[in-house]
């Protein structure tokens, strides 16, 4: 885990926090329209390092009622620096079930490794979500 690294419980009064972090929320009505929804399931964590955030995850249980890293966001600066795989384990460690998802386009070179070296699993592919990209299903099985 990177250095000085903490995290904390996000929720939609965070949305400010999460569009510094990724400013493609700001600008985007929908977009922050559909984050404040995700994080309304209280699942959520935002990375911070010296106070700035870094990077978030987003969990909810929309799919079939098991906990899904519905997003993964780390900060342009701040990418390759193991932000993301601290965020993965912090997603893993605080779950309750004995799995967790996550999906990733199979064009997602950074993500499909940061998930290998984490110790997921391939779990399934859906087609058609973005045409010729293929939407990839990864499981984390609890030990």
């Known amino acids: 885990m990177p250095a000085g690294l903490d995290f904390r419980s996000v929720g939609p009064a965070d949305i400010d926090l ?23 399931s209280g699942m959520s964590w935002a990375a911070l390092q010296g106070g700035e955030g870094v990077g978030f995850a ?10 899904l890293v519905d997003l993964l966001f ?4 701040h990418r ?29 070179l950074p993500m499909r490794a940061l998930l290998a070296k984490a110790g997921w ?12 990209d293929p939407e990839l299903i990864f499981v984390k099985l609890r030990g």
């Open 18 to 40: 999460l569009a510094e972090i990724d400013p493609r929320i700001a600008p985007d009505p929908a977009r922050r329209a559909h984050m404040v929804h995700l994080l309304d």
């Open 58 to 67: 987003i969990v909810t249980r929309h799919f079939y009622a098991l906990p």
């Open 74 to 77: 780390v900060a342009e600066p």
């Open 80 to 108: 390759r620096g193991g932000v993301g795989r601290a965020l993965m384990d912090h997603c893993e460690a605080s779950h309750d079930t004995d799995r967790m998802f996550t999906s990733t386009n199979e064009s997602n």
């Open 121 to 132: 699993r391939p779990a399934g592919v859906v087609n058609y979500l973005d045409p010729g």
